[in-house]
């Protein structure tokens, strides 16, 4: 249960550090305001003199997960406490360690490519851990409580605002850029969870089940489900076996399926949407 723990943590500070990375060396020196507590932080940078955006960031994100506690308490959830303090403090660092005030290339595209890739994996992957950074996630849980609007609706209301603002203070063509930066790391984030969740749906149709179902209860330790039918041209019986892998687990299994039963008719679908025990949970 420790490691177990150790290891969910590992990957949490993991995501959040790349989205510490990708905000501090390519967002902030570029002016990109994607959405988010950082976007608002680069606005506010640049009409508050004194103020770094990663000093921003800090304070916003402490302001924000107070909040967060007083109006939903132990709900609002350890993992994103974590994650957004880590961040903040993470970025905090980077600004005191490694002052940066420009862009490492004169290709703006190729740095926002970074700036929305870097970002959209780690939330991926805190997205994934049933966590996420908090910042503006805990304004539009607050609207989800007190009004009708929906949390995906308010995300992009709150991200389409400071998108805005960033037209009005960086010009035309920051904004076009932060613009394409938002649109992008929606896109990106789905893709990256649908990969981490990947895995491989096998229907398999074969006269020897038992020595299939044998290999993947045993050795690749998943479950399985027996169908027993018959064949539609040959009247013969057979039985369809129903498993899902990993995507790892997969080629070995295709592998030992030929061996066992090289007549077996095997269909294999990918899929990234799985409930159940030894996936995301019962529900």
């Not at 970025?91 to 940066?100: C, H, K, N, S």
């Amino acid at each position: 249960m420790q490691d177990e723990r150790l290891k969910e943590f590992g990957w949490l500070t993991l995501g959040t550090t790349l989205m510490s990375i990708g905000i501090y060396f390519f967002k902030f020196p570029n002016n990109f305001s994607t959405g988010g507590v950082s976007g608002i932080s680069v606005i506010l940078g640049k009409l508050i003199n004194g103020i770094t955006p990663g000093a921003l960031v800090f304070i916003i994100n402490m302001v924000l997960l107070v909040i967060g506690f007083m109006i939903f308490g132990k709900k609002f959830g350890i993992k994103t406490a974590y994650a957004s303090i880590l961040m903040s403090v993470q970025i905090w660092i980077l600004e005191w360690l490694i002052p940066t005030g420009k862009p490492f290339t004169n290709q703006p595209l190729l740095e926002l490519m970074f700036a929305v890739m870097l970002p959209a994996f780690g939330a991926a992957i805190l997205f994934n851990m049933d966590a996420s950074s908090g910042g503006t996630d805990v304004i539009a849980m607050v609207l989800k409580k007190y009004t009708e609007i929906d949390i995906g609706k308010a995300l992009l209301f709150s991200d389409a605002i400071i998108v805005l603002g960033c037209f009005l203070v960086f010009g035309m063509q920051t904004g076009l850029f932060s613009l394409l930066g938002l649109a992008a790391k929606a896109l990106v984030v789905d893709s990256v969870i649908e990969s981490i969740n990947l895995c491989k749906y096998f229907t398999i149709i074969t006269t020897k089940p038992h020595e299939v179902c044998d290999y993947i209860v045993n050795v690749l330790k998943r479950g399985a489900t027996r169908i027993e039918g018959e064949g539609a041209f040959t009247n013969e019986e057979k039985t369809v076996v129903l498993t899902v892998v990993r995507r790892a687990q997969g080629i070995r299994l295709q592998k030992e399926i030929k061996r066992i039963d090289h007549k077996a008719f095997v269909l294999i679908t990918n899929t990234s949407e799985i409930i159940g025990k030894g996936f995301r949970g019962a529900i």
